[in-house]
């Protein structure tokens, strides 16, 4: 949701006798009084009486009922501050440099992480200098090297408290000083816009950019009125914005369609000539804040995750990254090129995130960036960092920042956040379909060969962290995407295994034995042994089943442990392809251990056998009472 606009206080700071009080009155009463107090009260203005519909508070300020202490903390209160002088005191205009800029900036300077306070000089009295004096004084000449020495002086207006003039423009002054602040954006020394402002003009152009040409043709530059300002341009307006970008840009157009270069320039344009809303309102409708970088709640919207919430891409998140890619893939080769994809990450301040990730070749290439691969990551990012993943989809252009709070107008609804895994196992069945399997096993219990296998189609890479990952697609009614992970660094296994996050993130536990290998079994089923009662669902697979089966050094055979656990058989693994079938089906019907069966326990077993034997012995008896009785 678009954070509303804030409220504006404005203080009236300068040296007795300069009007500040009869200015504060002006702004209530529309008239001058000729009775002042030495102090106004605070004055508050409603939102619907100014243009800008923002609550304004407009504070006195007055060294005969004031000290400095309470002065400073006015000023650190403050949003915009106007220094007052008369220009018919010169010595007024003097201590503006000689004291009030300093105090004010020695105040802020000690409050910190306060964030720049907008100065507004305010030329009092101008009614003293008589009408034919009014046009021909320049304004400019005296303040323009106080606002060279002082970058924090945002503009300086002349006004009268006596006639009532230029009182409500001192108002919308202060107002835009607040809410569209030229400092992030311009450099007054320079005459040119801030480094900050042109890279995050040039992402908007990018974002705007649909075919991905580098230029802004008519519909695109239509399309990003209507998205920012939400109204069509004026018949032959845009052809005047060309024009005057053609004219004073040498490489601002290029084929009639606006450049990187000409959009910049255009916007400087509206900064030199005041219209600094219009800069700063196409700079939010895409996440910017004040100090030029994304908004928080445009990057990280409320997602609603729990600890064991499943993440995966919504349609409408996977529609999004099937046009990126196909506006991205401009020859329609089916795969993006490293400058390609250096194009995508250029509108995301992260940079790339897949960064730690070293894809592996498949059957199209060595490691071509398919639409399948591209797909493939997404949803892997999803599943892993969810939180991430909104924060690129937002970056990428995905939403505008909306003025609603609508979730399906932010970034979050990119994703799909599903049931609880806990609520799944206590039903039995999800309507998922993306699932993390993780597979354990031995040293070459033949992990890494079913990833190779099983991948082969879509998508093998291996993070830096030495773990790898596998991602196939299942079709069980509908496609099911499993994601198999395993743990190549010794004792990660044993690790994640005791980890509380294990219930929490996966969705199977996949047992790998090397049926050749007489101590494989004995390992992962030590391995079961120390997962919770309330983890995910398990299945066990003998690998290299096609070599001479060797009998296992373990108390029971792999057939009896899982039969007395509730667990399905060890599924021999001779192909992959029944192996995902049994792992897809066991994820969409998940139960955890606590659900299976349990053990009989010894005493238990005991109590069995007797009852058993007490059974067979009163039919043993009661046979040969009824032979007896025949005879």
């Not at 916007?267 to 908004?295: A, K, P, S």
């Not at 691969?373 to 892993?384: E, G, P, V």
């Not at 096609?546 to 509730?566: H, I, M, N, Y």
Request: glycine share 6%.
């Amino acid at each position: 949701q678009k954070p509303k606009m804030k409220d504006v206080r404005i203080l009236l700071v300068g040296d007795r006798g300069t009007g500040k009080t009869s200015l504060v009155l002006a702004v209530v009463k529309e008239r001058f009084e000729t009775q002042v107090p030495p102090k106004a009260e605070e004055v508050v203005i409603p939102p619907d009486i100014t243009a800008a519909r923002v609550a304004t508070y407009v504070v006195d300020s007055s060294l005969r009922v004031q000290d400095e202490e309470e002065i400073e903390l006015e000023i650190r209160k403050a949003s915009v501050v106007c220094i007052v002088y008369a220009v018919d005191d010169q010595a007024s205009f003097i201590r503006i440099t000689n004291h009030w800029l300093p105090v004010i900036r020695r105040t802020l300077a000690a409050a910190e992480g306060r964030p720049r306070v907008p100065v507004i000089l305010v030329g009092n009295k101008v009614d003293t200098r008589g009408d034919d004096d009014l046009s021909a004084h320049s304004l400019e000449t005296e303040t323009v090297p106080i606002m060279n020495d002082f970058p924090e002086v945002e503009t300086c207006i002349e006004c009268s408290a006596k006639r009532v003039m230029n009182i409500s423009e001192l108002i919308a002054f202060a107002q835009k000083a607040v809410l569209y602040p030229s400092a992030p954006l311009y450099d007054s020394l320079s005459h040119a816009l801030t480094p900050g402002a042109v890279s995050a003009l040039s992402r908007v152009f990018r974002l705007c950019d649909a075919d991905k040409d580098g230029l802004l043709n008519d519909n695109e530059l239509l399309a990003f009125q209507a998205t920012c300002f939400s109204s069509p341009l004026p018949t032959g307006e845009l052809a005047g914005l060309k024009e005057v970008v053609s004219n004073s840009c040498p490489d601002g157009m290029r084929d009639n369609a606006l450049t990187c270069s000409g959009f910049v320039y255009l916007n400087r344009l509206f900064i030199e000539r005041g219209h600094l809303e219009t800069t700063w309102t196409v700079l939010r409708r895409y996440g910017y804040q004040d100090d030029l970088t994304l908004h928080p709640d445009f990057l990280h919207p409320p997602l609603g995750l729990g600890a064991d919430t499943p993440v995966e891409l919504s349609a409408a998140g996977e529609a999004f990254l099937r046009d990126l890619f196909r506006r991205l893939d401009k020859g329609a080769t089916g795969a993006l090129s490293a400058e390609q994809l250096h194009e995508l990450w250029a509108t995301a301040p992260a940079g790339d995130p897949w960064e730690e990730f070293a894809l592996a070749p498949g059957p199209d290439g060595p490691a071509a960036m398919t639409l399948e691969r591209f797909l493939s990551l997404w949803t892997l990012l999803a599943l892993d960092n969810p939180r991430l993943a909104v924060e690129y989809f937002a970056s990428l252009g995905y939403r505008t920042f909306s003025d609603t709070s609508d979730p399906a107008a932010s970034a979050a609804s990119a994703i799909t956040v599903g049931r609880s895994r806990r609520v799944d196992r206590e039903a039995g069945y999800t309507t998922r379909s993306v699932f993390l399997v993780y597979v354990f096993g031995q040293e070459n219990s033949g992990k890494s060969t079913l990833l190779d296998r099983a991948g082969s189609h879509t998508l093998v890479h291996t993070p830096l962290s030495g773990h790898k990952t596998a991602m196939v697609s299942v079709t069980r009614g509908t496609p099911v995407t499993l994601v198999l992970r395993e743990f190549a660094v010794p004792g990660a296994d044993a690790d994640v295994l005791a980890a509380p996050a294990l219930r929490d993130t996966c969705d199977l536990a996949l047992f790998l034995y090397d049926t050749s290998d007489p101590t494989s079994f004995g390992y992962v089923a030590a391995l079961h042994a120390r997962m919770a009662a309330d983890g995910p669902p398990c299945l066990f697979a003998a690998t290299k089943a096609d070599l001479k089966a060797q009998s296992q050094d373990f108390p029971e055979t792999p057939t009896d442990f899982c039969a007395r656990r509730g667990l399905p058989p060890p599924l021999p693994v001779r192909d992959v392809g029944p192996l995902l079938v049994a792992a897809a089906d066991l994820c969409l019907s998940p139960r955890s251990a606590s659900h299976a069966p349990a053990p009989p326990s010894a005493a238990r077993r005991l109590a069995t056998a007797v009852l058993l034997v007490g059974a067979l012995a009163g039919i043993a008896f009661g046979l040969a009472r009824f032979a007896r009785l025949r005879r």
